[in-house]
């Protein structure tokens, strides 16, 4: 039903965040294209959740298959965010890591994977740990293929944990302001490190440090979407085009990247101190930025265009 309600919807109008995984693949993709392997009637669920009395899904919360966008063939992974967060376990991860397996004999155009996710579901943990190693272990071999692997970020559970592991392997990534990326959530941090040090229920403080605006001025994501459909198809198809290679010299200058950004930044107590070092002129009024605003900041940002996750 999911899918049938959003083929007849306007990308433009359709709202990434408030959208399900299939809704969101139907609508991305070229109109009629999307081919689902292992659909729900596959009846492919998860073993282990009726050990502990809890629901299962019959897709397992993650969504795969083939379609086009703007005519090349692509492969897609959609994370359903609704179901336990979106979190990996053993058939969920077993979905991911095939399509990206099937993308070393199909040889797409791309691999497209919509994260929407908190991480590992503690009911499969090793199962799940598993399946995170497994996943970057096959986008490792994509890319290194030639075959560039385009995360998109914008749900309702955001990019955490493995997933957001799994993001920092990804060629490019795209991310709107509702989307959030960090391996570690704002519950986890205040448990182990206290209120004091993160405050999970301070929102806003949650999307200056882990949203994406700032993944995006710190360079952590390579393009900032307006939250619809049709921005987040945009972004793709220009990610796609402007894919980094992925070799020795790639990932030694990311990792220099990196130690510079932390030398640099490493003493800030807020993400508006690092947007000021920057160099943004106004950090307080970057939350409140329209994406036309927005995207205009970044253009003066030097750092914000790079590989370095």
């Not at 083929?7 to 109008?13: E, G, K, L, N, V």
């Not at 966008?69 to 979905?95: C, N, S």
């Not at 101190?273 to 160099?279: F, H, I, K, S």
Request: with cysteine; net charge negative; charged share 25%.
């Amino acid at each position: 039903m999911a899918g049938a309600h959003a083929a007849s919807t306007d990308p433009d109008a359709l709202s990434w965040y408030e959208a399900t995984a299939r809704q969101r693949v139907v609508a991305l993709a070229d109109p009629g294209s999307f081919q689902e392997f292992l659909p729900p009637t596959e009846r492919r669920m998860s073993p282990h959740l009726p050990l502990f009395d809890l629901p299962r899904a019959f897709d397992d919360g993650i969504v795969v298959g083939r379609a086009k966008l703007d005519g090349k063939p692509v492969l897609v992974a959609a994370q359903e965010g609704r179901f336990m967060g979106g979190a990996f376990g053993e058939i969920h991860g077993a979905k991911l890591v095939g399509l990206l397996r099937a993308a070393l004999i199909l040889k797409p155009a791309a691999v497209l994977i919509l994260f929407d996710t908190g991480g590992v579901r503690l009911q499969e943990a090793n199962a799940g740990e598993t399946a995170i190693a497994e996943t970057m272990r096959a986008i490792v071999d994509v890319r290194a293929a030639g075959i560039p692997v385009i995360g998109l970020i914008g749900g309702r559970a955001g990019c955490y944990g493995g997933g957001g592991l799994i993001a920092g392997t990804c060629s490019r990534l795209a991310v709107s302001e509702g989307g959030r990326i960090s391996v570690s959530g704002p519950e986890v941090i205040e448990t182990n490190k206290g209120a004091e040090e993160f405050d999970s229920r301070d929102r806003a403080l949650v999307w200056r440090t882990m949203g994406g605006k700032h993944r995006r001025l710190i360079g952590g994501a390579d393009a900032f979407c307006a939250d619809s459909v049709s921005a987040f198809r945009e972004a793709a198809l220009d990610l796609i085009g402007r894919a980094p290679a992925f070799d020795l010299a790639t990932l030694e200058a990311e990792q220099e990247r990196l130690e510079s950004r932390l030398a640099r930044f490493g003493d800030c107590r807020d993400a508006t101190d690092v947007w000021a070092r920057l160099g943004v002129n106004d950090p307080d009024a970057v939350p409140a930025m329209d994406t036309r605003a927005f995207d205009e900041t970044v253009a003066r940002v030097r750092e914000a265009d790079h590989d370095a996750r």
